[in-house]
C-alpha cells in the first residue's frame, strides 16, 4: 500500500503517457482528446500530491518523500502543466501530438521517480527515463540540419554522461556491496559509518555527482546546452531549461544530506564541498560570460540558465536546511521567470517569424504590456527585487553566508548578478530604446492561451516575490 | 476620533504617502496610451496626494520624539523580514523633499510628449521607491526599495534622455548595482551576527556592541559592503564617475530628482547605517572621509570650473556640494550632522532648480553651451533673476539657505578637522568663481543677436521653478523651519556616534 501511496503520481503520468501512445496510433487526428487526457493526468497526479501530502512521510527501502520532495515534486508538475499550454501554441509541434505529449508525460515522471529514490538504482532507472523521453523530444522538430546536430550531441553527451553515472554507481557497490543511500551513510548518517564508503566510494560518489552536473548543465559540462536548447522545439526547451535541472540539483542536495536530517553533514560532503563551490563559482561566470555575446534568443537563455544552475548549485553547498530550501525556492522562482522569459520569446518568435535578439526591437512601443512582462522576467532572472528572483538569490545567499567558510562564492555570485544584469538589460535595450521592427503580429493567429500564460507567469514572479509567506508555508514549513 | 489621532496613530500614513504614487503608475497603465491629458492629470493627482499627505504628516510630526507613524507587520516571517515603517527627524525631511521635488518634476514633465504613458508610470514607481528607502527600519524592506529606484531611473534616462543615453543608463544602473549588492551581504552578514536573528535596523543599532564581537574583520568588512553602496550614491570620491554622464544625458526632470534625492539616499544610508552601526569602523574611516570630502569639495569645483556645457557645470556642482556634507558627516557633532542633512536638503532644492532652469534655456536654444550665449539679462528679466537666484543660493550666499548649511557643516568640522576644514574653504572659492562665470557670459554684456528671439519663462516653468525659489529665500532667511525638525534627532544620533567612537 504504501508502494501505491508514494508512487501514484509517476504511475498516473505514466499510464495516461501510455494511453495517449495508443490515441496517437489509433485515431492520430484526436488532437483536442489527446491534449485533455495529457492535462488530467497532469491534474490528477497534482492532486495525488497534494492529497499524499495529509498522510505522513511514507518511506520504503528504496523509496521515500520528505518536505521538500514535496516542493520539488509540485515543481515538476507545475512545470509540466505550464509546458503543455506552451506545446498548444507551438506549430512546429504538427505531427505525433500524442507522442511528444506522452514523452512529456515520461520525463515528468521520470523527474519526480527521481525525487524520491534513496537507491542509487533508482537513480540511474529515473534519470534514463528522463534523458530518453528528453533526448527524443530535443529530436522533435528536425526540419535544418543544425537541429539535427543539437540533438545528436544531446543524445551523445546524455549516452556518455549516463554511462559515467552508471560506472561511478558499480564503484560505490564495489566499494561497499550497498546500493542504498541508508545504508551507505549517506544523507548525514554518522561520520563513522560514513568513512566505511572509502576513497573508491569517493570516487564513485564523484563520478555520480559529474553525472549531475552533465543533466544539470554545470560547466565545464555544459557544453551541449546552448546548441540543445535551439534545436528542440521551444516549449520543451522551456521545460528542459527547468525541470530536469531543478530535479537534479533537488536530489543532488538530498544525496549530499543536507535535508533528512539535521545531524549535519557526512564526511562525504565536507570533502565534496570545496568541489561543489568552485564547480558553482565556474558555472555562474561561464554561463554569464558567454551570454553577454549571444544573438539569438534561445542560446542566450541557454547560456543564462546555465549560469542559473550556477546559483542554485550555491544551496547545495552550505550544509543546512536552509540551504535545500534555498534551492527549492530559487527553483520555484526559476520555474516561473524562466518560462515566463522563454513563453515571451515564443510569442516573439510567432509574431515577428524570428528568434533574433533584434525581433525583439521595439516591443514596448507595439506591445508595452509584453515588453513589460519580458522586462520583469529578465530583472527577477537578474535578482533585482521586487520580483521573485530576489528571493530565491536571497535564500541562496544566506545559506552560503551560513555556513561562514563560503562567504567568498557569495561575493563571486553578486559580481556575477552584476555581469548578468548587463545581458539582461540587452534584451531590455532592444524592446525599449529601439525603433520597432517593421513586422508585427500577424491578425490571424491568436495566442490566447500563450499570453495568458506570460501573464499568468508574470502574477506570480511579482506577487510571490512581494508577497512570499504563502509559497514559503507551501513548500518550507 | 480627532483628525490628529487619525493621522499619528490610526492611519498608515507612511505607507499612504509611499504607495500612492505606485497605485497611481498602476492606474495609468490601464489608460489608452493616446489620452496624453488624462495620463497627466492622473499622475500629477497621485503624486500630489503624496505631496499632500506628507505635509499632513509634517504638520503632526513631533521633532522631540524619536520614530513616528510607526507601522510593524510581519512579513515573510521564515526570514525574520517585517514590513516595518517609520519617520524621524532624519527620514523626515527627506520624505518631504522627494514629494516635493517629484511633484515639481512631473510639472516640468508635461512638456514631454514621446511615449508619454511608459514615462509617467516610470516616474511615479521612481517616487515610490525613493520614498520606501527613507521611511522603512527593516533591512530586506530598504534594500527592496533601494534597488526599486534603479528600475525607473534606468528607463527614464535610457529612453528620454539625451545623445548618449543608452550608454549613461546601463552604466548607471550598473555602477549603482555594483555598489548596492555588496550592500545586500552586508546586510546578509549583520543578520546572522545578531542574536536573535534580526532585520530591524533600530534593534540592530542597539546591538551595536554585540556586533562587535564577531571581530574586527567582519565590522570593516560590514562597514565596506554599506560604504561602497552609499559612497556611489552620494558619490563621494573615486566613485562619482557615473554621475556627469547620468546627469547630463537625463531629461531635465530626471536630472532634478537624479540630483535633488537620489543622491541623498547615500547621506541617508551613510547615517542611518554606517555611523551608528559600526563604531570601530567608523574611528578607522572617519579621517578618510575627511580627505575623501576634501578631494570632493575641491577636484568637484574645479571640474565645475572647466566644463563648457551648463548641464555639466551643475552637476559637477553637485559633486562638490556633496563634499561639504560628507565633511559635516566626519564631523561627528551635532553641529555638522545638522549641516549635512541640511545641505542635502538645500541641495535638492537648489540644483533641483538649477536643472529646471538649464532645462529652461535648453528647450529654447537647444544648446547648453556657456560661450555660445550673451546679455540674455535684457532678453530674458525674469529666468535670468530665477537663475542668479539659485546660482547665488548654490554658491552660499548669506541669505539664502545654501548659505546656512554649509557654514554649519564647515563649523561643525573645524573643531575635529582644523586643516582640512581650512583647507577645504578653497572649494567655496573655485564655486563662487564658475558660478559667475556662468551668470557674466550668459546674462551679461552685448545680446548676442542669434538668441534676440528668445522668449522668457511660460506658466509650466513657472510653477516648476518658482516654489523652490521660494523655499529657497525662506530656508535662508529663517532656516529654523528646517533645522527645528531635525535637530533633535541628529543631536542624539551625534552624541551616539560619538559615544561608541
Given at each position: 500500500m504504501d508502494l501505491v501511496k508514494l508512487l501514484g503520481a509517476e504511475v498516473i503520468l505514466g499510464a495516461a503517457g501510455l494511453i495517449l501512445l495508443t490515441i496517437d496510433f489509433c485515431w492520430p487526428r484526436r488532437r483536442a482528446l489527446m491534449t485533455g487526457v495529457s492535462y488530467m493526468a497532469a491534474i490528477a497526479a497534482l492532486a495525488v500530491l497534494v492529497g499524499a501530502l495529509s498522510h505522513e512521510a511514507a518511506a520504503s527501502a528504496f523509496l521515500s518523500t520528505d518536505a521538500l520532495t514535496f516542493g520539488f515534486s509540485l515543481l515538476v508538475i507545475l512545470g509540466t502543466m505550464i509546458t503543455l499550454a506552451l506545446s498548444q501554441e507551438d506549430p512546429t509541434i504538427d505531427r505525433h501530438w500524442g507522442s511528444y505529449l506522452a514523452l512529456l508525460l515520461f520525463a515528468s515522471a521520470g523527474g519526480l521517480l527521481l525525487l524520491k529514490a534513496r537507491d542509487f538504482v533508482y537513480v540511474f532507472l529515473s534519470l534514463e527515463l528522463i534523458s530518453i523521453a528528453s533526448f527524443i523530444l530535443v529530436a522533435f522538430d528536425r526540419k535544418e540540419l543544425w537541429m539535427i546536430e543539437g540533438a545528436l550531441k544531446y543524445f551523445l553527451v546524455g549516452a556518455f554522461s549516463s554511462a559515467i553515472g552508471l560506472y561511478g554507481i558499480s564503484l560505490i557497490y564495489a566499494a561497499t556491496g550497498q546500493t542504498s543511500f541508508d545504508a551507505l551513510g549517506l544523507m548525514g548518517l554518522s561520520s563513522a559509518r560514513a568513512s566505511s564508503i572509502g576513497w573508491i566510494g569517493l570516487g564513485g560518489l564523484l563520478m555520480v555527482l559529474v553525472s549531475f552536473c552533465f543533466k544539470a548543465s554545470i560547466a565545464p559540462f555544459h557544453f551541449w546546452v546552448p546548441d540543445a536548447y535551439q534545436a528542440a522545439p521551444t516549449p520543451f526547451t522551456a521545460y528542459l531549461s527547468v525541470v530536469p535541472k531543478v530535479v537534479a540539483l533537488g536530489i543532488f542536495s538530498v544525496l549530499l544530506s543536507f535535508s533528512a536530517s539535521n545531524m549535519g553533514p557526512s564526511i562525504q560532503a565536507a570533502s565534496l564541498a570545496p568541489i561543489i563551490a568552485v564547480l558553482a563559482c565556474l558555472t555562474m561566470t561561464i554561463g554569464n560570460l558567454s551570454a553577454i555575446h549571444q544573438t539569438d534568443l534561445k542560446r542566450f537563455l541557454a547560456y543564462s540558465s546555465i549560469a542559473q544552475a550556477g546559483y542554485m548549485l550555491i544551496g547545495v553547498l552550505s550544509a543546512s536546511r536552509l540551504g535545500g530550501s534555498s534551492i527549492l525556492v530559487y527553483g520555484f522562482g526559476y520555474l516561473l521567470m524562466n518560462f515566463g522569459a522563454f513563453a515571451v520569446v515564443q510569442w516573439v518568435a510567432r509574431a515577428r517569424g524570428s528568434y533574433e535578439i533584434s525581433s525583439m526591437s521595439g516591443l514596448a512601443q507595439t506591445h508595452f504590456p509584453m515588453a513589460l512582462a519580458m522586462a520583469c522576467f529578465l530583472l527577477s532572472l537578474a535578482g533585482i527585487p521586487p520580483f521573485i528572483g530576489f528571493l530565491g538569490k536571497y535564500y541562496v545567499f544566506a545559506s552560503v553566508i551560513e555556513s561562514q567558510w563560503a562567504w567568498w562564492v557569495a561575493v563571486v555570485a553578486v559580481l556575477n548578478s552584476v555581469i548578468s544584469v548587463y545581458y539582461y538589460l540587452r534584451i531590455v535595450y532592444y524592446m525599449f530604446f529601439s525603433d520597432p521592427f517593421g513586422r508585427t503580429v500577424s491578425k490571424e493567429v491568436s495566442m490566447a492561451l500563450l499570453s495568458s500564460t506570460v501573464f499568468l507567469l508574470l502574477a506570480g514572479t511579482v506577487a510571490f516575490g512581494v508577497y512570499p509567506r504563502p509559497l514559503l508555508r507551501l513548500l518550507i514549513e | 476620533m480627532s483628525f490628529e489621532t487619525l493621522v499619528t496613530s490610526s492611519l498608515p500614513i507612511l505607507s499612504l504617502i509611499t504607495f500612492l504614487p505606485l497605485i497611481g503608475a498602476l492606474v495609468i497603465l490601464i489608460v489608452d496610451q493616446t489620452k496624453v491629458k488624462t495620463i497627466q492629470k492622473i499622475g500629477l493627482a497621485f503624486s500630489g496626494s503624496a505631496l499632500l499627505v506628507s505635509a499632513i504628516a509634517l504638520i503632526y510630526f513631533?521633532?522631540?520624539?524619536?520614530?513616528?507613524f510607526v507601522e510593524d507587520y510581519a512579513w515573510i516571517p521564515a526570514l525574520s523580514v517585517r514590513y516595518l515603517m517609520g519617520a524621524d527627524g532624519l527620514s523626515m525631511p527627506f520624505v518631504v523633499l522627494t514629494t516635493l521635488l517629484t511633484f515639481v518634476s512631473l510639472i516640468a514633465s508635461l512638456s514631454i510628449e514621446n511615449r508619454v504613458k511608459e514615462y509617467w508610470f516610470w516616474f511615479l514607481l521612481l517616487e515610490t521607491g525613493m520614498l520606501g528607502v527613507f521611511e522603512s527600519l527593516d533591512f530586506f524592506l530598504f534594500y527592496v526599495f533601494w534597488e526599486i529606484t534603479l528600475v525607473p531611473m534606468y528607463f527614464l534616462i535610457g529612453v528620454w534622455g539625451g545623445p548618449k543615453k543608452e550608454y549613461a543608463a546601463t552604466k548607471f544602473f550598473l555602477y549603482t548595482l555594483f555598489g548596492s549588492v555588496f550592500m545586500l551581504l552586508s546586510i546578509i552578514g549583520l543578520y546572522f551576527a545578531s542574536t536573535p536573528h534580526t532585520l530591524n535596523m533600530l534593534e540592530l543599532t542597539a546591538q551595536r556592541n554585540e556586533l562587535l564581537k564577531m571581530g574586527m574583520t567582519f565590522q570593516v568588512l560590514v562597514f565596506l559592503g554599506f560604504y561602497l553602496a552609499f559612497a556611489i550614491k552620494v558619490p563621494l570620491f573615486p566613485f562619482h564617475t557615473w554621475l556627469p554622464l547620468a546627469h547630463v544625458e537625463a531629461p531635465t526632470a530626471v536630472s532634478v530628482i537624479l540630483a535633488g534625492v537620489l543622491l541623498k539616499m547615500g547621506g541617508y544610508g551613510l547615517m542611518r547605517v554606517n555611523l551608528p552601526m559600526f563604531p570601530e569602523a567608523t574611528k578607522l574611516f572617519i579621517f578618510p572621509l575627511v580627505v575623501i570630502s576634501f578631494i570632493n569639495i575641491v577636484y568637484g569645483a574645479l571640474c565645475a570650473l572647466a566644463q563648457k556645457d551648463m548641464k555639466r557645470m551643475v552637476a559637477y556642482s553637485s559633486v562638490n556640494h556633496m563634499g561639504y556634507v560628507g565633511l559635516g558627516l566626519a564631523s561627528l557633532t551635532a553641529t555638522g550632522f545638522n549641516g549635512a542633512v541640511f545641505q542635502m536638503v538645500n541641495h535638492g532644492i537648489i540644483t533641483g532648480s538649477l536643472f529646471l532652469l538649464v532645462g529652461v534655456i535648453y528647450d529654447r536654444a537647444h544648446t547648453r553651451d556657456i560661450d555660445a550665449f550673451g546679455g540674455l539679462g535684457a532678453k530674458t528679466p525674469m529666468f535670468a533673476g530665477i537663475m542668479t537666484l539659485a546660482c547665488m543660493a548654490s554658491l552660499g550666499l548669506p541669505g539664502l539657505a545654501g548659505f546656512v548649511s554649509e557654514f554649519l557643516c564647515f563649523l561643525g568640522a573645524f573643531g575635529p578637522w582644523k586643516i582640512w576644514t581650512g583647507l577645504s574653504v578653497a572649494g567655496i572659492l573655485v564655486t563662487a568663481g564658475f558660478f559667475l562665470r556662468m551668470i557674466q557670459k550668459v546674462?551679461?554684456?552685448?545680446?548676442?543677436?542669434?538668441?534676440?528671439g528668445l522668449t522668457d519663462m511660460n506658466a509650466r516653468e513657472y510653477a516648476a521653478v518658482l516654489p523652490l525659489a521660494a523655499l529657497t529665500v525662506i530656508l535662508g532667511v529663517y532656516p529654523r523651519w528646517g533645522l527645528d525638525l531635525m535637530n533633535d534627532t541628529l543631536t542624539a544620533l551625534a552624541a551616539f556616534v560619538k559615544s561608541g567612537v
Open positions: - | 513631533d521633532p522631540s520624539r524619536q520614530f513616528q546674462f551679461l554684456g552685448p545680446l548676442n543677436e542669434k538668441w534676440a
